[in-house]
């Protein structure tokens, strides 16, 4: 055998078997959200945090608060840091809207908007943040700025699934809006299948 087909020969098996071996693909996480007491809660964020450290997403994304009829539309919002968050003044009438938050998450106001404009804010900080309009009290909204896309929101307690999840180390969480409960978290490890039947509790603190 001549050295050149030996070498073409032996690098058409190498090729052949690296094809041959399946690649890692992307798994779904899924599994039970319970409450200790069967305490009914609503708005249940479920999501996964790299415990790696690198949450960071390909691209960012841009969302779309309402201001209409004196109210943040949603009222709820889940985005992911590095987002992009439009406030749009939608009134119907002559009415100026404001955008503020004194949180620790993120501090910042907006100033004021008129009717048919837009203010807008990149959220770079996970957490959870209220926001107000100083023209009119009783308008606000909450932003949820979570570290990763691998997310699901639960309207209540019960089976979640999370797709598409990369390989890797995980810790599983929960966000509640309920000031006496908390999440205990689960750390998982993704591989080359799918993990289920997962139990992720919220207990009184």
């Known amino acids: 055998m001549k050295l050149s087909t030996y070498y073409a020969t032996f690098f058409l098996t190498l090729v052949f078997i690296c094809a041959a071996k399946p690649a890692l693909s992307n798994q779904t996480v899924s599994g039970v959200v319970s409450i200790q007491g069967n305490k009914s809660l609503s708005n249940i964020i479920v999501y996964l945090e790299n415990k790696n450290g690198s949450n960071s997403t390909s691209t960012n994304t841009a969302h779309e608060v309402v201001q209409r009829r004196l109210r943040f ?9 590095g987002d992009l ?4 003044n939608a009134e ?14 993120k501090t910042f106001d907006l100033g004021l908007a008129e009717r048919g404009s837009q203010l ?6 996970p957490g959870v943040l209220n926001y107000y309009c100083s023209v009119h009290k009783l308008m606000e909204g909450r932003m949820v700025v979570l570290p990763t896309r691998h997310y699901v929101k639960l309207g209540e307690p019960g089976a979640f699934e999370i797709t598409g999840v990369p390989s890797g180390d995980w810790t599983l969480k929960a966000i509640i809006f309920h000031r006496r409960y908390k999440t205990k978290p689960l750390d998982i490890t993704v591989s080359n299948k799918s993990i289920t039947n997962l139990n992720l509790s919220i207990i009184k603190k």
Do not use: C
């Open 73 to 81: 539309r949603p009222g709820l919002n889940i985005v992911v840091q």
């Open 85 to 88: 968050v439009k406030f749009l």
């Open 92 to 105: 119907n009438r002559e009415i100026d809207h404001n955008v503020y938050s004194l949180s620790g998450v």
């Open 120 to 125: 807008e804010m990149t959220f770079d900080k």
